[in-house]
Structures are given as C-alpha cells and as structure tokens.
C-alpha cells in the first residue's frame, strides 16, 4: 500500500488537530493540579495516624488503583448524570473522572515524598511550637515536593499520554481529532502513524526535560 | 435506585429471562457472555504478559552490556515503547501494521492487540529489569568474568538469578497493570470485559449492575495475580536482603 501524507498540511491541523490539542492539554493541565492538590491531601490523611482519617483515604486510594482507568470513564460519565439527574458533557465528565483518579497515584508519590524525609524534620517543626498542620505546611511539604518533582512530572506525561482513553466516551481529545482527520480525508492508516509519532516526539521531549530537571534539582546530601 | 442483578439472566437475543441464568447456545445470558469475556480479559493479559516479560527482559539485559550498540538498541526500544499511550499502539498495531505489511492480514486481531499490549509492557519491564542489575554489586560481573565466563555466561549463571529474584516485586504490580490495561482492547472490538460492559449496558440500560460485576471481575483477577506473585516472591526471596528473607 503507498502511503500519502499530503492530506496532513496546515488547514488540517488547525481545522482537526488544534482543538484536540488544546482539550488533551487542558484536561491533562487541570488534572494535574486538581489530582497533586487532592493527592497531596489525600497523603496527609494517610499519614496523620488518626484512623478515621487514614482508612478512608487508603481505601479510596486502593480502589482507584485497582479498577482500569477506562472503567472508571465509564462509571463516571455513568454516574454523574445520575446523582446531578441531568446529562454531562463527556469532556466536562473527562475532567471530574481524571482528578479524582490521577488523585491517588498522586498522593501515593506524596506519600513517599514525605515518608523519605528523615523524622527528625517533623519534631524539629514541633519542637518549633508549630502545630501538625504548620509542621506540614512549612517544613515537610516543601521538602517532599521538590524531591518529588520528578516524579509528579513523570506521572503527568503517563497522564497525558492516558488522556487518549477518553475516546471510551467520545471525547473529543488529540486522538479523535487525527480519528475524524483521517475519516475525513479516507486516510486513517497514515492519520494513526501521524499521531503515533506525535505522541512519541511530545513525550519524549517531556521526559528527556524531567531528566534534564531531576539532574538540576537533586538535593546534595 | 434499586439494583436489578436479574438482567444477567437475560437471553441476550431474546431478552426473556432464561431458566438456569446461563441460557442456550442459541440464546446465550448476559452471564454467559461476560464470563466468556472475562476469559478474553485473560488470555489477553496473560499472553500479553508472556510477550512483555520476553522482550522485556532481553532488552532491560542488553542495556546493561558494554556493548554500546546493544545498549542503543535496548534504550531505543524502551524510549519508543514507553512514549506512545497504549491506545495509540493498539490502533497502529491492529490497524496500520496489516495495511502496511500485507502479510500481517493472516494474523487474528486478537494476536495483534496481544503484541501491542505486550511490547508497551515490555518497556517498562526492560526498565525493572536494568535496574535489577545495576542493583547489584559491581563486584558480581567482575568475579564472573575473572573466574573465566564469558558474558553471556556471566549473564547466565552470576547476575541474572540474583537480579530476576529481586525484581519479582516491581513486576507484580506490572502483571496488575496489564490486567487493568488489557481493557484498552474494547476500542478494537476485543470480546473483553470492559467491551462487554459498553455493550451490554448500552442494551439493557443496566449500567451500574454490570459495571459493578465488571468491576469485581478486574478486582479479582488483579488480586489472584497478586496472591499468585507474592506466593513465588516467598518461594525465591534471597535470603538475607532486606524484603524479609530467611
């Protein structure tokens, strides 16, 4: 089979590919920041040592880490309609769907963040006369985040790259757009391996910067 | 909202309730056909796992050769398995592959998702796997090449039962994922279990019941594979390193 790519040309990106650029981006940007804010809230109940904090948050946790990520798609744009009674937008569903779940592969990164600072932190935060909460705010988490930062950022190119699963609802994501490009133009086969490579050139260029980052970054000890 | 589990007894042609819940070859239950699909869930990650754990581990050795080219080749594989999602490479596989190749048209649908899955799966094996090694004392390769062995001897008879033993944990939780990312199959029309769930609440309108069963099924099998891998963790455990051995 010969294969043509003359149909991929700037009229198809910004007619097609820009607008599900712009959704994959937006849910991966708004996820990020919904799913590290929870995620990191989620550690702290964990780690607080009071139960009817820590077992809630662990089994919330352990829930979403044991249910395929398209199920759980498929349960929210399932379910939200039920408990609003009115009709979601697969996109807007999207969103809801991705924070609460990239929340608990979140908050376990946090978890480690804060569990590999030594515990003389916590007690010299204390011993300070700050509270729990304080010690957290001011001495702990500042700590934890920058260790973690490459972690958090190589969990959110997992993330983007996990975006493309939103087609389970139809949304419309940077893969539905090279989809319908490639339906519109009879060109799927080529329409695939434009994304495919698209996908590996933005990837790739966001972990070789996480690299870049996590050289620049590390903590000498 | 009450819960109606009764649809699963339900004729999927006829939609009449059936007698014994499992329907007849003509008239098969919903039951039926999500056990039947739960079977397509596993023998996709498990044929999956076989590939992944295969390649996985030839490409996680070769990045820790001295041989600089066998080094490019492993990482070059692991960068470029590792940065298309999943659902991308199930398309290009089960889509484009056959176009491109015709020879590839023979192969059953099913075997190319099994590929697509277990190449992605591969590259993240490849990087327990070179981290195994490197885990271990430099010393190790050292001594096997100055008792005499060759490499791949060295390989064979030094580093690789240490390494493999010590990165049965991280590829437990990989032999989980591949179960949840197995659901990714649906969007080539794979019998699976989350297929099943599309369809089947698309035609009863029963969506919270068979997401639920659907659910407990991933549950399930993802907690067997993790019994199963703790169960072999136990048995090949090296004693005396941290991870409790004996």
């Keep these: 089979m010969e ?24 849910l991966t940007l708004m996820s990020m920041v919904g799913g590290v804010v929870l995620g990191t809230l989620l550690a702290l109940m964990r780690l607080s040592g009071r139960s009817w904090l820590a077992v809630p948050a662990a089994a919330y946790i352990n829930t979403m880490r044991s249910v395929p990520l398209v199920m759980m798609i ?9 408990v609003l009674g009115r009709p979601m937008g697969a996109e807007l569903s999207a969103i809801v769907t991705f924070t609460l779940f990239e929340a608990a592969y979140y908050s376990e990164i946090m978890r480690a963040g804060i569990q590999s600072l030594p515990r003389g932190q916590i007690f010299a935060g204390h011993a300070m006369g700050m509270t729990y909460l304080q010690t957290m705010r ?12 490459p972690v958090l ?69 | 909202m009450s819960l109606a589990f009764q649809v699963f007894c339900q004729g999927i042609a006829s939609g009449a309730s059936t007698n014994d819940c499992f329907g007849t070859g003509s008239d ?116 096997g090449l100055a008792m005499g062995f060759t490499l ?9 039962p240490m390494a493999l033993r010590i990165v049965i944990p991280p590829l437990t939780s990989e032999s989980m994922n591949i179960i949840k990312n197995s659901s990714v199959a649906f969007a080539v029309s794979i019998a699976e279990l989350t297929m099943f ?28 594979i993790n019994r199963m891998a703790r169960f072999l ?8 390193m941290i991870g409790g051995g004996k």
């Design chain 2, 152 to 160: 791949p001897q060295t390989y064979r008879y030094v580093l690789l």
């Design chain 1, 74 to 82: 498929l349960w929210f744009f399932l379910l939200i309609p039920l």
């Design chain 2, 28 to 143: 098969p239950s919903y039951l039926r056909w999500m056990i039947s699909a739960w079977g397509w869930t596993l023998a996709v990650a498990l044929l999956s796992l076989i590939v992944a754990l295969t390649f996985g581990s030839v490409m996680g050795v070769l990045r820790t050769t001295p041989n600089r080219a066998l080094v490019w080749i492993g990482s070059a594989w692991t960068e470029l398995f590792r940065n298309i999602p999943l659902l991308v490479q199930v398309f290009v596989w089960y889509l484009v592959l056959p176009e491109v190749f015709s020879f590839l048209k023979v192969v059953p649908g099913f075997l190319m998702v099994v590929m697509a899955l277990g190449f992605f799966t591969s590259a993240r094996i490849a990087e327990q796997v070179r981290a195994g090694i490197q885990s271990l004392p430099r010393g190790q390769r050292s001594a």
């Design chain 2, 197 to 224: 769930a599309m369809q089947a609440q698309e035609e009863t309108s029963r969506g919270v019941e068979i997401y639920l069963a659907v659910t407990l099924l991933y549950f399930a099998s993802a907690f067997t």
């Design chain 2, 233 to 240: 963790e136990g048995q090949l455990q090296v004693p005396g």
């Design chain 1, 138 to 149: 001011f001495v702990v988490l500042p700590q934890a985040f920058r260790n973690m930062l």
């Design chain 1, 3 to 26: 294969l043509d790519f003359s149909f991929f040309d700037g009229a198809a990106i910004s007619s097609f590919i820009a607008k599900g650029m712009l959704f994959s981006v937006q």
């Design chain 1, 153 to 221: 950022l190589t969990q959110t190119i997992v993330l983007f790259q996990d975006t493309s699963l939103v087609y389970a609802i139809g949304a419309y994501d940077l893969l539905k757009g090279f989809e319908v490009l490639g339906k519109n133009f009879n060109r799927p086969i080529e329409s695939y391996l434009v994304a495919a490579l698209i996908y590996f050139a933005i990837c790739l260029s966001l972990s070789m910067l996480v690299k870049r980052l996590q050289a620049r970054i590390a903590i000498i000890r």
